[in-house]
């Protein structure tokens, strides 16, 4: 009856009349929680009903609760409840209210609310902050102030981390400048803010804000580079020859002025009209062309990471052009998704942002550093026969046989994304194509990066929205001030923190993902009956799964297809294959689950 996720139970099994086990709970050993959340489904005169939102069955019971709550209490609102020790309860006490019956998105508050997240700090954490002395910094570092520096990020980006530069040097050389926000200057080991940052190690973005690792009185104002005000940085300084290849690297910390606050869109129009060439930037109106000083910057950082992008490629560096989808939710509750566009501008930070890391975690290593290391490992063999599989549904047969004759790696891997580029479904594919391979993690052991073709690599250039930069930046400031030797106790202490890293990372991938489900399920609920021309992205043996352009995936349960031996389906008659395109109509939303599903009604040419 109500036990819940996570609780330890004592079950019987039996075989069903449809020779599949089933099981039943007998009773409840010990609760997980002893809190949990309820929905109210009914108010009349008798009381309150709730049901349990995380109970195995949908029963509805009384809820107890004092009389001025009573009365307010609204049906659909979310609260939190005690969690009862029956099997089968007939009431549950109100604890508190989680979110109100209008808000379209309640069931994104009860997602935070479950996850303990909150948006807010602690007044005592934020007044416990120490702020440097920005004057008394200035003696201390290297003043780069009279450089042109600039930032370029998102239109509504407020914590921005870094910035750059390009000069000009002897033998027709280039000097990339790399200049990251000097959080630890602000954020000190072992202070209550660290400890409150550490705790959340990320910044979670989610449609219409952040949930960030640090309050907006350093990630959006002192820590943040904004335009025209001084700033502490931690810089790497990278050289490059005239074609673009690597020669050296130095770190300093720094004092730095940006003069001008760029955005992708203004950036990529300004490079689109002085090379032509990059015909697939938006031409958007929003945003301003940079000022007269910036113009010879950005034209040679744009010819220096095309430089450098050459180099990538011959190391065998894979590249995905995916385009992340966001909603848009005005003030009615309505929203509006859309694939962002990454363009030139997008590519030229990128490029610099994987110099800074790839070069500065080599140099660690050299300097017999700690290094907390971005590791991408190679596809296990079950990854890799996933792949081949896709290889096999998707390319004509000619051009399987030739990938066939190549050892599944980088170049092959390559070969693949080429050739689906300018095809409808290219981005179904490549994200096919990135589920087969290994996921990132954090670890003291440099096990280099599979995607990125590097034997080293780190996160150094967020530190206001990712811990493990921040513990770069610490380390890297311990050597330049120091010998570096640290004991094996301090190792130890770091690998911990870069387990939980990875695990905090997964935690935040999970919760980003399930808001936008919550936002998507949202968006159907009103749209039951229509009808949507979709995509196949996913075949399995009881569900079938299609996506609607802009990218909104809904389901198709078993009951409508019949799977076949190889991986394709039968409806109505007419197979159907992954990207094939097929007409669906809604039929039905789950909220609790976030399930949008659909029918199908018939399929359509390609």
Request: net charge neutral; charged share 25%; proline share 4%.
């Amino acid at each position: 009856g109500s036990a819940s996720t996570g609780d330890l139970v004592k079950y019987s099994s039996h075989m069903s009349r449809f020779n599949t086990l089933q099981w039943r709970i007998v009773s409840i050993i010990r609760r997980f929680n002893d809190q949990t959340y309820a929905e109210v489904v009914a108010k009349n005169e008798k009381g309150i009903s709730v049901r349990l939102i995380e109970s195995l069955y949908h029963i509805s019971i009384l809820l107890n609760s004092p009389p001025e709550v009573r009365a307010w209490l609204h049906k659909g609102d979310i609260v939190l409840v005690n969690n009862p020790k029956e099997l089968l309860p007939r009431w549950v006490n109100y604890i508190s209210l989680v979110s109100r019956w209008d808000n379209p998105l309640r069931f994104v508050d009860l997602l935070l609310d479950q996850h303990a997240l909150n948006r807010a700090f602690d007044p005592l954490i934020i007044e416990s902050i120490v702020l440097p002395n920005i004057k008394s910094e200035r003696a201390k570092r290297e003043d780069i102030r009279p450089l042109s520096v600039i930032t370029i990020d998102g239109l509504d980006a407020k914590d921005l981390d870094d910035a750059i530069s390009i000069e000009s040097i002897e033998n027709d050389w280039w000097r990339l400048g790399v200049h990251i926000a000097d959080v630890s200057s602000y954020v000190t080991e072992w202070s209550p803010i660290d400890r409150e940052a550490a705790d959340r190690w990320t910044s979670i973005y989610i449609s219409g804000g952040v949930i960030p690792m640090l309050p907006e009185l350093l990630s959006n104002d002192h820590c943040s580079l904004n335009s025209e005000t001084d700033k502490l940085t931690l810089s790497a300084w990278m050289d490059y020859d005239k074609n673009g290849n690597f020669q050296s690297i130095r770190i300093s910390e720094t004092i730095m002025r940006s003069i001008w606050r760029g955005d992708y869109d203004s950036v990529g129009r300004y490079v689109a009209t002085n090379h032509p060439e990059e015909k697939d930037t938006p031409k958007r109106k929003d945003g301003s062309l940079p000022p007269i000083e910036t113009h010879t910057l950005l034209d040679n950082f744009y010819t220096l990471t095309q430089l450098i992008n050459t180099t990538h490629e011959k190391l065998g560096k894979l590249e995905f052009d995916t385009n992340e989808l966001s909603v848009d939710m005005d003030t009615h509750g309505e929203m509006n998704f859309r694939k962002r566009d990454r363009h030139v501008a997008h590519r030229m930070i990128e490029t610099a942002m994987i110099e800074a890391n790839r070069h500065i975690a080599k140099w660690m290593y050299d300097q017999k550093l700690i290094v907390p290391s971005r590791v991408h490992q190679w596809p296990s063999p079950e990854k890799i026969e996933i792949y081949t599989k896709l290889e096999q549904s998707t390319l004509e047969e000619s051009l399987q046989k030739a990938l066939q004759k190549l050892p599944v790696d980088r170049a092959r891997i390559q070969r693949f994304l080429t050739h689906i580029r300018t095809l409808p479904e290219s981005d179904i594919l490549e994200r096919k194509i990135l589920s087969t391979l290994s996921k990132a993690y954090y670890t003291a052991n440099a096990k280099g990066h599979f995607g990125l073709a590097l034997s080293h690599y780190i996160h150094f250039t967020s530190p206001i929205r990712r811990y493990p930069d921040l513990l770069a930046h610490r380390i890297i400031k311990e050597h330049l001030h120091s010998d570096g030797q640290k004991s094996n106790q301090h190792i130890k202490k770091i690998e911990k923190l870069l387990l939980i890293s990875s695990e905090r990372e997964r935690r935040a991938i999970e919760i980003e993902r399930a808001v936008f489900d919550i936002y998507r399920t949202q968006y159907f609920s009103s749209r039951i009956g229509q009808q949507y021309e979709a995509r196949i992205t996913s075949i399995l043996p009881n569900v079938l799964f299609v996506e609607i352009d802009p990218g909104l995936e809904v389901s198709i349960s078993g009951d409508y297809f019949t799977q076949q031996a190889d991986n394709s389906i039968m409806i109505s008659g007419k197979p159907y294959r992954i990207t094939d395109r097929i007409h669906i109509e809604i039929t039905h939303i789950n909220s609790l689950l976030s399930r949008v599903e659909a029918r199908p009604i018939k399929k359509l040419s390609t």
